[in-house]
């Protein structure tokens, strides 16, 4: 069974940019789905942003479109660009598998999820 480790959170000022990564302990088959989600305290944990692993297709939650982007980094590995973070992106940033055709925006399906990394933006 796979595991991930997500990677590369810490406190930036609003405006910053930052890359979070996520590695699997084994190779990615092409029939799976990865994807980010991000709780903050006190609340339930959000879909983000998640790649299909077969063909690169990608999708994001509305409040991350157009300022985050997943990508593949290689066979084993993926990434979540953050760009022009804003307070309200403060919080713990998981990474999450599952076997799929399709990308699931419920947490619910995922079967297999990183420890999650903080990352916190100041005002």
């Known amino acids: 069974q796979l595991h991930l480790t997500d990677s590369g959170g810490r406190l930036v000022q609003a405006g910053d940019s930052l890359r979070l990564s996520c590695t699997a302990s084994?190779?990615?088959?092409?029939?799976?789905?990865l994807s980010w989600f991000r709780q903050a305290p006190g609340k339930a944990r959000e879909f983000v942003g998640g790649?299909?692993?077969?063909?690169?297709?990608a999708y994001y939650a509305d409040s991350v479109k157009g300022r985050f982007t997943v990508s593949k980094e290689n066979a084993n590995a993926m990434t979540l660009q953050m760009n022009g973070l804003i307070p309200d992106d403060t919080a713990i940033y998981y990474c999450?598998?599952?076997?799929?055709?399709?990308?699931?925006?419920?947490?619910?399906?995922?079967?297999?999820w990183g420890r999650g990394t903080q990352v916190t933006v100041s005002s």
């Open positions: 999450a598998l599952v076997s799929a055709g399709v990308i699931y925006p419920a947490a619910s399906r995922y079967t297999t």
């Open positions: 084994g190779y990615i088959a092409s029939a799976y789905v």
């Open positions: 790649l299909r692993w077969r063909d690169g297709a």
